[in-house]
């Protein structure tokens, strides 16, 4: 998970909502997200300004999202108040699409209602400050807390399904291709420089992905450290470098970018 800077709603969703909630509220106007749904012109501004701002990745899990994804709301449902289910600021893109044929066992398929109110502050958002500073990646994939004491980062993990053995692969995956020893220290500065450039596109939401592009990036940080003493030390290889305690974000627009189930080498549908 990194974090997510908001930007100002599209104008077509703001104009929306003011002829909704203007008072004395005129007959038929109701600002819900059901009536959202309805507007297509106003929903299509609505996610692709959400895919821009999120890199092309889903909110919770860093998948690759491309056209495959849901709006969801980081406040569930079913306890919003009165307009909040269709405000720009609880809704985020997230994988999968909309009505999959079973349901996803991690990320926002699995969150499901959660948080309740009385359980808000053990969910940690994509929206909190600094959130990508709280949990870490092994070399293995492996997800955890960064710190022993954060409750909240701990029960975010399980109720999100961000330890599901799936996701463990595909992050793992992800490092291990980004990670690949190479024969020159020139190539390692090269990857890594590579790295630092797509780092930039997707914080500046200039990354646009490519119908043939696999791997967006994976642990910019991870990476980056790992190669970075490559290049000290050229004659490591960053597969000999462990990467335990690491952490995917311990800087602004760190994440995990990695190909969905759905987008793997010869998946279908």
């Known amino acids: 998970m ?3 800077h908001k930007k100002s709603p599209p104008q077509a969703l703001t104009q929306w909502r003011q002829a ?5 509220p005129a007959p038929g106007m109701v600002c819900n997200y059901e009536e959202l749904r309805k507007a297509k012109a106003v929903l299509n501004a609505l996610e692709q300004q959400l895919l821009k701002e999120q890199g092309g990745l889903c909110a919770y899990t860093g998948l690759q999202l491309r056209n495959k994804f849901h709006l969801e709301h980081l406040v569930p449902q079913k306890y919003c108040h009165y307009g909040q289910d269709a405000a720009y600021t609880n809704l985020v893109a997230c994988w999968p699409a909309p009505n999959p044929p079973s349901k996803t066992p991690y990320g926002a398929q699995k969150k499901d209602d959660w948080p309740a109110p009385s359980q808000s502050h053990l969910f940690v958002s994509p ?5 990508h500073q709280r949990f870490t990646f092994n070399s293995r994939g492996q997800i955890k807390a960064t710190q022993n004491t954060d409750l909240a980062a701990q029960v ?3 109720n999100l399904g961000l330890d599901h053995p799936e996701l463990t692969a595909l992050r793992r995956q992800a490092l291990q291709g980004a990670l690949s020893p190479l024969k ?3 190539a390692y500065q090269r990857r890594l420089t590579a790295l630092q450039q797509q780092e930039t596109q997707l914080l500046s939401g200039q990354w646009s992905v490519g119908p043939t592009f696999r791997v967006l990036f994976c642990s910019i940080r991870c990476s980056s450290t790992a190669l970075g003493k490559a290049l000290k030390r050229h004659h490591c290889t960053p597969a000999k470098i462990p990467l335990q305690g690491v952490g995917v974000g311990t800087g602004p627009g760190s994440g995990i970018g990695f190909v969905s189930p759905g987008q793997r080498r010869g998946a279908t549908g």
Do not use: E, H
């Open 2 to 4: 990194r974090q997510i």
């Open 20 to 24: 909704r909630l203007a008072f004395p």
């Open 127 to 131: 929206l909190v400050t600094a959130c």
């Open 156 to 158: 975010t993990i399980v």
């Open 184 to 186: 020159k220290k020139a």
